[in-house]
């Protein structure tokens, strides 16, 4: 059974920093290539924000325009787990932030980032 499971959520001042991260469990060591971070805001849909584009070792990364520059997706393949470094965070940056697999379709269970003026 392939799980997500992720941490790194937390209450952070506009303008700092918070590094999420996302561990998967089960399926093939290869589903790291088809990994991607999604944000959901309260009363909002849920979107993409960094995702690899291809299923492969050396996939390039595609970023949403409001985190271009200051967001950054790697990721460790001995340890099958994914980061996203969030720097010069933002208020407009507060949602639940979801890791996805979609190899698999399956989806992290979501964590927490808000961040204060």
């Known amino acids: 059974q392939v799980q997500l499971v992720e941490s790194g959520g937390g209450l952070v001042q506009a303008g700092g920093s918070l590094r999420l991260s996302c561990a998967a469990s089960?399926?093939?060591?290869?589903?790291?290539?088809?990994m991607g971070w999604y944000r959901q805001a309260p009363g909002k849909q849920r979107e993409l924000v960094a995702a690899?584009?291809?299923?492969?070792?050396?996939?390039?990364?595609t970023y949403a325009d409001s985190v271009k520059g200051r967001f950054t997706l790697s990721r460790d393949n001995a340890k099958n787990t994914v980061y996203l470094q969030m720097n010069s965070l933002k208020p407009e940056d507060t949602a639940v932030y979801y890791c996805?697999?979609?190899?698999?379709?399956?989806w992290g269970q979501g964590t927490q980032v808000t961040v204060s003026s």
């Open positions: 996805h697999n979609r190899l698999y379709d399956i």
């Open positions: 089960g399926g093939s060591i290869f589903s790291i290539n088809y």
């Open positions: 690899i584009t291809s299923g492969s070792s050396s996939g390039r990364t």
